[in-house]
């Protein structure tokens, strides 16, 4: 999201040298101010549930977290930064703070909301992109003009490789961290981990979001071709992944943080 707003700026512009790192000025102020926002609301909600009472209202408190986490979305857009960026690091700082500090509730709820929530707009994504794959009629022409087998054969090839060489490197560079910075080699990311890291997450509900904002006369070609490359991913990779954790023997439905006690409690 933060890289299209960068992009947008420059469209209609004459290309030029001092363009690429005025670009990459406004990327990094944009995810530096919408990540310090993001923060910055994760610990106010922290140290207000930390010095109130809020725990003897599991009710409210739940109410309130979700507040905080909408609430940081849309200020950060209103101040023309990254929601989504802010949106993020405002889970993070509420999981590593606030969550400790929650009553046992709240915790409880807040995890169950929220895995049902994403849980559902999972859903809706499906929804979204089988109805605008195989029933979106563009104004003027055949659907099928739309489609550019090449450009979707280089663009599922290149998505697959940033996928590779992102995931690879940076797993290394944490695992070099970890060994010689902090000497915690039981921290390392296995190579088995790498490879799924690699092997999932390839499903482009935010390029689906970005491309349906695209405007020109290529815009349709573009969605189109997101919305493919989006299926072909899930069917090449979301379809084989419970086969890949067999092969990689990586254990799957393990409880989180020994949690063990019964919903009853």
């Known amino acids: 999201m933060t890289s299209c707003r960068t992009l947008s700026q420059f469209h209609g512009t004459e290309f030029k040298l001092a363009s690429i790192f005025h670009g990459i000025g406004i990327f990094l102020f944009s995810f530096s101010a919408s990540m310090a926002l993001g923060i910055a609301f994760g610990l106010f909600m922290s140290l207000t549930l930390k010095h109130s009472y809020l725990a003897q209202f599991p009710k409210i408190e739940s109410c309130l977290v979700a507040l905080c986490a909408y609430t940081c979305y849309f200020f950060s857009n209103g101040l023309s930064m990254s929601g989504i960026v802010s949106l993020l690091f405002c889970g993070i700082t509420l999981k590593h703070y606030a969550y400790h500090i929650m009553s046992r509730r ?57 996928r590779y060489a992102s995931v690879f490197p940076l797993s290394e560079a944490i695992n070099l961290f970890q060994r010689h910075v902090r000497g915690q080699r039981q921290d390392e990311i296995p190579y088995s981990y790498q490879m799924m890291l690699f092997w999932a997450g390839l499903r482009g509900a935010v390029g689906v979001a970005l491309a349906a904002g695209f405007q020109g006369e290529n815009a349709q070609i573009l969605r189109t071709t997101v919305l493919v490359v989006v299926v072909l991913t899930v069917v090449m990779f979301g379809g084989t992944t419970a086969r890949m954790l067999e092969v990689l023997n990586i254990r799957t439905g393990v409880e989180e943080d020994g949690n063990v006690s019964s919903d009853e409690e």
Not at 136 to 156: A, C, Q
């Open 106 to 162: 709240t915790q409880r709820s807040s995890k169950y909301i929220f895995a049902t929530l994403a849980q559902l707009t999972e859903n809706f994504i499906f929804i979204y992109l089988g109805l605008s794959l195989f029933t979106s009629s563009p104004t003027g022409g055949k659907v099928t003009s739309y489609f550019k087998p090449l450009f979707i054969i280089i663009s599922t090839v290149s998505v697959v490789f940033v």
